[in-house]
């Protein structure tokens, strides 16, 4: 049965893939969502960039 089930869900994301006009999903990382821009959240990575550019840590990284 449960074989059945997963078959039926690829065989179903073939079909939309078929049937898309240029025959590819969304992009489902933050930084390519605006809506999610708008709301100003974006990426993990571009989060941890930011705070490792700032100096409000405790212990400066740069000495280590």
Request: charged share 25%; net charge positive; hydrophobic share 40%.
């Amino acid at each position: 049965m449960s074989i059945l089930i997963i078959a039926a869900g690829m065989l179903l994301l073939l079909v939309k893939v078929l049937l898309r006009s240029n025959g590819t999903f969304s992009s489902q990382h933050i930084h390519d969502s605006k809506a999610m821009r708008d709301r100003g959240i974006h990426c993990v990575m571009d989060q941890d960039r930011e705070m490792r550019h700032k100096s409000t840590f405790a212990v400066n990284e740069h000495q280590k």
